[in-house]
C-alpha cells in the first residue's frame, strides 16, 4: 500500500467520524428541545391512556383504590366510551375512555378541565348506566361486577386539603356497611403537590406526568424518564408524532377551554351580582339558572361541541339544542 492511498483512507475514516460525531450532537440537541404537547388534552390524553392498554393499565392500579396486589388489573379489554341506553328515547354519554378487565370490572376514565355543580351528576349517571348495562332482561344479580369512576380534575371544588377523594355508598349511622358496585374517585390536580408517598411512588409518577408535561417542557425530569411505563408515556407527547390537522384540533381545544372559562366566570360573576342585589333567595336560583343558559347560549354561538357545553352548564342536549 503506498502512502498517498493509506493518507486517503485515514481522511476518509475521520471524516465518517466527523459526521457520526455530528449526527449524536444534533440528537441531543433535537431531544433537549422536542417540543410536548400537554397531556391534559382531550386529544392526547384519549391517545395515551386510550391507544396503550399497558399504560393504561398502570394507570389504574397506581391511582384506584385497591387494598391488595390482587385486585390489581392485569389485563384489559377496551370497550366503547360511548354509552348508549337501550331506550333510543333515553339520554346517551360518551366518556374519554372505557374499559374491562378479565373479571369483569369495569372502568371509567374522564379528564375534567373545568368543575361544575353538576359534573358529579353526570358521573353518577355514566357510571350507573354502565352497572345496569351488564345485565340483560331476566339476568342474575349476582352476575352483575364493579363499576369504577375515575375522574381526573384540572380544578378545585372542595374545601379539602386533600387532593385525592373516595366515595363509595356506605350506611353512615352505626355500621359503615358498604354497598358493593359502584366507586367513584376525584382527584384534584391543582392541589397535588409531589412528596415521598413510599407504596404510593407510581402514583405520584403519574400525577407528576400529569401535572408537570406541558407545551413549556424543554428537559423531561430524570425521575419521569427513568420508568418505563411513564417514559413511554411522555414520548407519546411529542410535537413530531401528531399530524398538523391534529395539532390545530389540539390548540382549538384549549382556545375553547379558554373561552369558556371566561364565559363561566363572566356569568357567575354577573348572576351573583344580581342574586345580592334583589336580597332573596328565589333572586339567587333565578339567577343561576339564568347564568347557565346564558352561558350555554354565548358557547353555542361560538360553535363549541355541545358535549363539552353541557359539561360547562350542566344542561341537556335538548335545552342546548332550544336555545
Partial sequence: MTQQTQYKKQLIYRNV???RYLCIILNNVNSKHMRYLNPK????????????????????????????A???????EYLNPELVPHNPLRKDS??????????????????QMMWTSAYKQRVLFNASKAYVSQL?????????????SLNLVNDTFSDSTNYYHDFRIVEIAETNEVIEGLRFIFIELPK??????????????WLRYL??????????????????????????LEESAFSDAQLLGYDRFWD???????QISNSRREAREEGWKEGREKGWKEGREEERIKTARSLKQLGIAADIITQATGLTAEEINSL
Fill in 136 to 148: 340483560d332482561k331476566g339476568g342474575d344479580y349476582e352476575l352483575l361486577q364493579p363499576v369504577y
Fill in 192 to 205: 397535588f403537590t409531589p412528596r415521598n408517598y413510599g407504596d404510593k411512588k407510581m402514583q405520584v409518577l
Fill in 41 to 68: 388534552a382531550d386529544l392526547t390524553f384519549k391517545k395515551v391512556f386510550g391507544e396503550h392498554p399497558d399504560l393504561l393499565i398502570s394507570f389504574l392500579n397506581a391511582l384506584l383504590p385497591f387494598d391488595s
Fill in 94 to 111: 360518551i366518556v374519554d375512555v372505557r374499559c374491562k378487565d378479565k373479571r369483569g370490572r369495569q372502568f371509567i376514565v374522564e379528564m
Fill in 17 to 19: 467520524n466527523k459526521k
Fill in 256 to 262: 375553547m377551554v379558554s373561552t369558556a372559562k371566561m
Fill in 211 to 236: 401535572t408537570e408535561i406541558n407545551e413549556k417542557t424543554r428537559e423531561v425530569p430524570e425521575e419521569l424518564r427513568d420508568n418505563p411505563e411513564i417514559n413511554k408515556a411522555v414520548t407519546q
Fill in 70 to 76: 390482587e385486585e390489581e388489573i392485569e389485563s384489559l
